[in-house]
Nanobody
Framework: QVQLVESGGGLVQAGGSLRLSCAAS????????MGWFRQAPGKEREFVAA????????WYADSVKGRFTISRDNAKNTVYLQMNSLNAEDTAVYYC??????????????????WGQGTQVTVSS
């Protein structure tokens, strides 16, 4: 059972930056995708970004492209989400998740098997 622990959330002013981290307890799959999703109050959970662990291919939602960057640290088994130019619409609980296998349907939450507990990001305007 893979455990994911997110950190780095908090309160930030509009235009500011935050970096989220997600540490995985183990690496048991030869191929997998790590993704970030978010859920704002009253809304469905939505895809934010994903990275293919081997090779490093990345994908982003249009709403965050150019502002957010996903990256990984192999040695630490950790994925990061650098968030810049934050605005009020970015306020949400952010979750990291693991999708074993290839990158097919990386944008669908139901493709992911393991989830972290979430970390709150609040952007004040």
């Amino acid at each position: 059972q893979v455990q994911l622990v997110e950190s780095g959330g908090g309160l930030v002013q509009a235009g500011g930056s935050l970096r989220l981290s997600c540490a995985a307890s183990e690496r048991t799959f030869s191929s997998y995708v790590m993704g970030w999703f978010r859920q704002a109050p009253g809304k469905e959970r939505e895809f934010v970004a994903a990275i293919l662990w081997s090779g490093g291919s990345t994908w982003y939602a249009d709403s965050v492209k150019g502002r957010f960057t996903i990256s990984r640290d192999n040695a630490k088994n950790t994925v990061y989400l650098q968030m810049n130019s934050l605005n009020a619409e970015d306020t949400a609980v952010y979750y990291c998740a693991v999708k074993p296998g290839n990158s097919d349907r990386y944008y669908r939450e139901f493709s992911y098997r393991y989830w972290g507990q979430g970390t709150q990001v609040t952007v004040s305007s």
